[in-house]
């Protein structure tokens, strides 16, 4: 079973910074035969749980095998948000032996979703991680359609040693833009003092 598609194009240094579902670029025929040739690929080398295949897409709608990732990703949770699917759980019960009780007719797309990484990068030093210890964090205020997930909290160090992400912000909207509205505001509510941004 394919999910629907997250378009992943922007990118800094190889990091992905914004992730949306579904993306504005497909229509249902390619993200048909895109989903179909993922499926055939996980056929192919024998993987049964869940993972991401990733490709290239141009402007006419032809894509191109980039890379299969057989792991569950960073940007999971809006998949999870458009699908209704909780791709952790669905991941584990695989991994247990359970059967997969989902079905292809099954999945459906129900509105759109945004994350958008939250980083401890410097600007002014082409965005490398920015050291330091966070004196001030606060969250957006809670909704229904935010979702923060972080490993931090206030006075926590960010380190040279480890991923600069401080969170990954994510909305859901009926529409693309209700998502991206969201999103702008809960960015804006945002506070994160003690590290360049």
């Given amino acids: 079973v394919y999910l629907p598609e997250r378009e992943c194009s922007v990118q800094r240094r190889n990091q992905k910074v914004i992730e949306e579902a579904p993306s504005v670029l497909l229509d249902p025929e390619s993200r048909h035969r895109m989903g179909t ?9 024998g993987y049964y749980s869940t ?5 290239l897409v141009d402007k006419n709608l032809g894509f191109y095998f980039l890379e299969m990732n057989t792991r569950l990703q960073v940007e999971h949770p809006i998949t999870e948000l ?4 909780d791709l952790v759980e669905e991941m584990i019960k695989i991994a247990a032996g359970h059967p997969l009780e989902l079905t292809q007719d099954e999945v459906n797309i129900h509105g759109h ?6 980083y401890a990068e410097d600007p002014g030093r ?4 920015s050291i330091g210890f966070l004196i001030n964090y606060q969250e ?3 909704h229904e359609n935010i979702r923060i997930d972080t490993g931090v909290e206030e006075g926590s160090e960010i380190s040279m040693y480890y991923d600069p992400m401080i969170s990954k912000t994510i909305t859901w909207g009926n529409t693309r833009d209700e998502a991206l ?3 702008r505001t809960a960015l804006q509510e945002y506070v994160i ?5």
């Fill in 126 to 129: 082409k965005f490398l991680p």
């Fill in 140 to 142: 957006p205020t809670k």
């Fill in 181 to 183: 509205e969201l999103m």
């Fill in 82 to 85: 458009i699908t209704g699917v």
């Fill in 51 to 55: 993972g991401t295949v990733e490709f």
């Fill in 193 to 197: 003092k003690g590290v360049t941004d």
């Fill in 113 to 118: 979703a945004v994350e958008m990484r939250v």
């Fill in 37 to 45: 040739q993922a499926i055939d690929l996980a056929k192919a080398c």
